[in-house]
């Protein structure tokens, strides 16, 4: 091998050529991070420095955690890490994008592939000193960036032992993100011949397969009944998309960030192998494309001919399909207009691609067959979601192959606000109940499954939407959604509310460290009468009662009886960062609880909101329109009791009562001496009275009627 | 030496070169004439491993050479649109040059870029068509390799820098046996340096023939007969490949060797005869007639 075709000059060759992409790629990470970060904590350090050096430390080490990490933390959202994340994210794939156009778009050029293929340099010499250099162009700065803010993070006293691990770990994995992304850019650099067709290819490769799964997963939305959002996970799990790869590690990663590097990468594990091997994959399809590619491909849209049909069907379905959807929302999912919409887009998707590959207007006459082709995959993959033709809706799990389920009820949710963030995955990270036959009755009693519709109209939100999830034996899990009528199966419903792996689940005052650990510890009772604030020395007692009363919580009593009001619990540390809160209904069978409120004087059970009422209001909106309301007051006694007597309070329990049990168009409001003022909704089953009715001139709406 | 055996290669489904086969010896300079499209430039590609045959091969000095560094070392490859790094100038390529050809002369390279008045810190995107090309050309002789491609290299030259270059080629032919193989559409530009032709019509080879050979085997010939028998008798026997009359001088073209023909025309009665030089342009003429072709139509730049 002579020196011409050494690694060693060639890339010494190409880095002079390339210096002005290593000064970019210095600029950019340089004043993103350890520029931004001097800049943020100086300002910290001006406004809490002296006063509140511990706010101070605690904000600029979750600045640096966030400036080299992507995001805070300790926040458990992936929705905080994305939007934190996302400069330094768009600066990564911007490097590796321009590293692989700049470094390997000579292969569009006639010119410079007559200079550097008739050179007595071998191929493989000439791509790896371009990838070294690119790789270079972006790994120095990079590092050197993140070591500054390291650096400074020093100087200000943030830097503690597992930071340093934690900030190793999530450097390797960016690193082999921009690998990813990289690579993936040069095979689809190699593959085609001209920038508009690369730029195409590049966009392609980084998302094509996130486009497919949303296209697929929309489509299940739409069709498939039981198909639930948090199915989501199991058709977006990626295999070669590269960002939602990394963005899913990441999350991994900010659930609990200082540890050493080996134990985060162990704890990724998934995330790093699959990252590395796409990474691996990449390069090598990208380095076969680019041996074997023909120099006269320059200038042409794609490399080799026979991708065209397959890039070119391949769009046309997804062109079709996503039309499809469009209008398939549009018009409530009327074959005839999805059909239309499918061929549209394939139409479009052939007129352009045909353009972009063939470089002349003409060419969206030729190959026609390969129009046809498409309309005929599109209407294919179409109807096995419109008519369910892998009966995806029928299927379910065999009770032998089921380990646990976890059930997530909509009126479980509403009535339990004692929980950010998503309340169903919180269910099912809690929730593992051995009763799976309880999950087979759902599914049996599902809306869709009972009547075959194919579409329900619930205006009087009759219909529980229920999450279930399956966990299998052989490791799988599935998601369902089956819609409920709560009241027809007050058995099934009565069997679930019981169930103590349920309600420990559900209720986290069954779990043992409830309230551990935090500094500051509050607890509220809400009644009709207003809120009062227990004293922290009454909270553990209130706490044993509720469990005990909770014993009798069941679908039976929830639905008859009226709640009485609300326990609320919150805590926090002492600088506020870390805080919880919790609520719990109260029911006229939480006698234990009751008892404790009454003997501690935060509750009176023979006290009435009558005798404190002086006025009560009653609203209604004529024909349900907010815009033509008519209002009545009411002071005598008498006539107060009457009403009152036929409502119930509208923010207590109305979750587990259907909507239809409420009067839509009417709302009472009582006002007391001191201010306080309730609302309430009118039973149906009650009715207004009469002289009510004859004052407000009261017409019943057609929605009540149920249509 | 370069050898192309059958080679073929089409582009979209329509043949650019169609089982050409070649032969280029050591210390030759090859001309390679055809119009534009007629597969030259697919051809030096395919002989300088650019591109890669659909069938057939190329061999340099017995080896293929798409893919091997070994042999692409002994040559260099001028294309009719050269490339220069965007804000390089002489010095620069000259740098880069001897960075992939050890053996380049670098003394001798600013020695001829003086003589040619070439500023050696000028950045070549200024320079005009011909001043590229004389560069092109400049740094390519100067790396020294046994084989020089070109590929319309004239093109753009004015006569006197095309006869510094011829004489430059030829300098180094004498030196250490260089062999050129230059490929053009334009037969006078190629006369007075190339030792072998061939002719690439449409993807296929018309005729490839050693230029010596061609010319001592036919010959032009002026002459006045006495007569008109004397004219008929005079141009029998003969394999006349063109006759032209202008009153009574007439000027033929006559297949075969030299000392025959006077040795004929001596023996007939003339006014006068004359054997003339053939031009290249007269040689095609004469030999692509017999293949039914017009050269004129073909290849008259």
């Known amino acids: ?707 | 030496m370069i050898e192309i055996k059958h080679i073929t290669k089409s582009f979209d489904g329509c043949k650019a070169v169609d089982d050409v086969s070649v032969t280029i010896k050591e210390g030759q300079v090859f001309g390679l004439i055809g119009t534009n499209g007629a597969g030259k430039s697919t051809t030096l590609r395919i002989m300088t491993g650019v591109m890669k045959p659909d069938a057939g091969e190329a061999l340099v000095d017995e080896e293929p050479i798409y893919h091997n560094v070994g042999r692409k070392e002994r040559i260099t490859f001028i294309p009719d649109e050269p490339y220069f790094f965007s804000s390089a100038t002489p010095a620069i390529m000259a740098q880069y040059y001897a960075s992939i050809y050890p053996a380049f002369e670098m003394v001798q390279f600013y020695e001829w870029l003086d003589k040619f008045g070439l500023e050696k810190t000028r950045r070549i995107a200024t320079f005009s068509k011909g001043m590229k090309k004389q560069l092109i050309m400049l740094l390519s002789i100067c790396t020294q390799t046994k084989y020089l491609i070109c590929d319309e290299t004239f093109d753009g030259l004015d006569p006197v820098m095309r006869q510094s270059v011829k004489s430059m080629i030829a300098s180094q032919m004498e030196e250490r046996g260089l062999t050129c193989v230059i490929a053009s559409h334009n037969l006078r530009e190629l006369e007075d340096i190339c030792d072998h032709v061939g002719l690439l019509h449409r993807g296929g080879v018309l005729l490839s023939k050693d230029l010596q050979d061609m010319k001592c085997n036919i010959q032009k010939v002026q002459c006045v007969f006495q007569t008109e028998t004397d004219a008929l008798i005079g141009m029998q026997n003969l394999d006349i490949v063109q006759k032209e009359k202008r009153g009574s001088l007439y000027t033929l073209t006559i297949r075969g060797k030299k000392a025959e023909i006077i040795a004929h025309f001596s023996q007939v009665s003339t006014v006068f005869f004359e054997v003339l030089p053939l031009s290249l342009e007269e040689i095609f003429i004469s030999e692509t007639e017999v293949a039914g072709y017009d050269i004129r139509k073909l290849v008259m730049g």
């Open chain 1, 1 to 707: 091998m002579t020196s011409g075709n050494s690694l060693w000059a060639r890339t010494k060759e190409n880095a002079r050529r390339r210096r002005w992409l290593w000064i970019g790629n210095s600029f950019a990470f340089f004043i993103w991070m350890p520029i931004r970060f001097l800049a943020m904590c100086s300002s910290l350090q001006r406004d809490y420095g002296t006063n509140a050096v511990d706010i101070f430390r605690d904000s600029a080490r979750n600045l640096l955690m966030s400036n080299i990490g992507f995001g805070n933390v300790s926040s458990l959202s992936s929705y905080s890490v994305m939007y934190s994340s996302f400069t330094t994210l768009l600066l990564i794939v911007l490097s590796a994008v321009i590293a692989a156009m700049e470094g390997y778009s000579y292969l569009y050029d006639r010119r410079k592939v007559d200079r550097f293929h008739s050179e007595p340099v071998s191929s493989r010499v000439r791509f790896f000193s371009i990838y070294l250099n690119g790789f270079k162009n972006f790994a120095l700065p990079y590092l050197c960036s993140v070591l500054l803010s390291v650096l400074i993070g020093g100087y200000y006293h943030l830097v503690t032992g597992k930071m340093i691990g934690y900030f190793a770990g999530i450097t390797i994995f960016a690193m082999l993100f921009f690998l990813a992304v990289y690579h993936m850019a040069i095979l689809a650099v190699a593959l085609t011949g001209n920038y508009i067709a690369g730029v195409c290819g590049i966009l392609a490769f980084l998302g094509i397969e996130w486009a497919i799964r949303n296209l697929v997963y929309r489509y299940c939305l739409a069709y498939y009944h039981t198909f639930s959002t948090y199915s989501r996970d199991e058709i977006m799990s990626p295999v070669f998309s590269v960002a939602t790869i990394f963005l899913q590690g990441l999350r991994k990663f900010a659930v609990d960030g200082e540890k050493t590097a080996a134990s985060l990468l162990r704890q990724m594990g998934g995330s790093v192998s699959g990252m590395l091997l796409l990474s691996v994959i990449a390069l090598v399809l990208a380095y076969l494309a680019y041996r074997n590619r023909p120099a006269e491909a320059a200038g042409h849209s794609m490399a080799f001919g026979f991708l065209k049909p397959l890039v070119k069907i391949t769009a046309m379905v997804l062109a079709g399909l996503t039309l499809g959807w469009i209008l398939s929302d549009l018009s409530g999912k009327s074959i005839y207009i999805v059909g239309i919409g499918i061929f549209m887009g394939v139409l479009l998707a052939h007129c352009i691609v045909s353009i972009i590959l063939e470089q002349r207007l003409s060419a969206v006459f030729h190959h026609l067959w390969q129009l046809g082709l498409g309309i005929a995959i599109s209407g294919l993959i179409f109807s096995v979601f419109a008519f369910d033709l892998t009966r995806f809706d029928d299927r379910v799990p065999k009770e032998s192959d089921i380990d646990t389920v976890a059930i997530a009820l909509s009126a479980q949710q509403n009535d339990s606000s004692s929980y950010y963030g998503d309340f169903i995955k919180v269910m099912v990270r809690r929730m593992y109940l051995k009763d799976t036959e309880v999950a087979l009755q759902f599914a049996a009693a599902d809306y869709f499954h009972q009547t075959g519709d194919n579409e329900l109209l619930d205006y009087n939100n009759q219909y529980d939407a229920t999450t279930v999830l399956y966990r299998m034996k052989n490791g799988k899990e599935y998601y369902r959604t089956y819609y409920i009528d709560m009241a027809a199966q007050s058995d099934m419903m009565n069997r679930l509310l019981d169930n103590d792996d349920y309600k420990r689940a559900v209720f986290r005052i069954y779990d043992e460290d409830y309230m551990a650990g935090y500094d500051r510890k509050q607890c509220y009772f809400e009644d009709v009468f207003g809120t009062k604030s227990l004293r922290e020395d009454e909270i553990t007692d209130l706490i044993e009662c509720l469990k005990q009363d909770y014993v009798s919580y069941s679908y039976t009593n929830l639905r008859d009886e009226v709640e009485i009001g609300q326990i609320s619990f919150t805590a926090s540390d002492k600088n506020y960062t870390d805080q919880m809160s919790d609520s719990y209904a109260v029911y006229p069978f939480c006698k234990k609880t009751l008892a404790y409120l009454e003997k501690k004087g935060y509750y009176e059970s023979d006290r009435s909101l009558l005798d404190e009422v002086n006025r009560v209001e009653i609203t209604y909106y004529v024909d349900d329109d907010y815009m033509n309301v008519k209002t009545e007051n009411y002071d005598d006694r008498a006539e107060m009791e009457e009403i009152i007597k036929n409502c119930q309070l509208s923010n207590f329990g109305i979750w587990w009562k259907e909507q239809n049990d409420y009067m839509e168009d009417i709302y009472v409001s009582t006002y007391t001496g001191d201010g306080n003022i309730q609302s309430f909704r009118v039973l149906k089953a009650k009715g207004l009275p009469d002289f009510v009715q004859k004052d407000l001139e009261y017409e019943e709406s057609t929605q009540e009627k149920g249509y």
